[in-house]
């Protein structure tokens, strides 16, 4: 499968922004998906992840009750709805994905994940 991250850009801070993942390939749904993230001169870190049929989902301690993951499989497509954002949250956002049984299972570590897409840049402003 093949991903292709968009939807960063250049934010002030309380601000919402949408990242998209699209993703090639068939069977989409027995995918986990993932989002990371990697800001300047810091390892790549998880910051949520969905389970196949969306049914299940798991977040950073960082982002959650602020991030919301989503993914309509008919589009192949996955979101991150990132609201109230803070300077920290400036980074690459990387998406990922993982063929399992079924969809299932919560990944949370690079390793974890097969396939990664391009990256899209956030920046937050204070």
């Known amino acids: 499968v093949q991903l292709q991250a968009s939807g960063g850009g250049l934010v002030q801070a309380g601000d919402s922004l949408r990242l998209s993942c699209a993703a090639s390939?068939?069977?989409?749904?027995?995918?986990?998906m993932g989002w990371f993230r990697q800001a300047p001169g810091k390892e790549r870190e998880f910051v949520a992840t969905i389970t196949g049929s969306g049914g299940s989902t798991y977040y950073a301690d960082s982002v959650k009750g602020r991030f919301t993951i989503s993914r309509d499989n008919a589009k192949n497509t996955v979101h991150l709805q990132m609201n109230s954002l803070k300077p920290e949250d400036a980074a690459v956002y990387y998406c990922?994905?993982?063929?399992?049984?079924?969809?299932?299972?919560?990944?949370?570590?690079?390793?974890?994940?097969?396939?990664w897409g391009q990256g899209t840049l956030v920046t937050v402003s204070s």
């Open positions: 390939g068939r069977f989409f749904s027995n995918y986990v």
């Open positions: 990922a994905a993982r063929w399992t049984l079924h969809g299932l299972g919560t990944l949370t570590t690079e390793n974890q994940y097969h396939y």
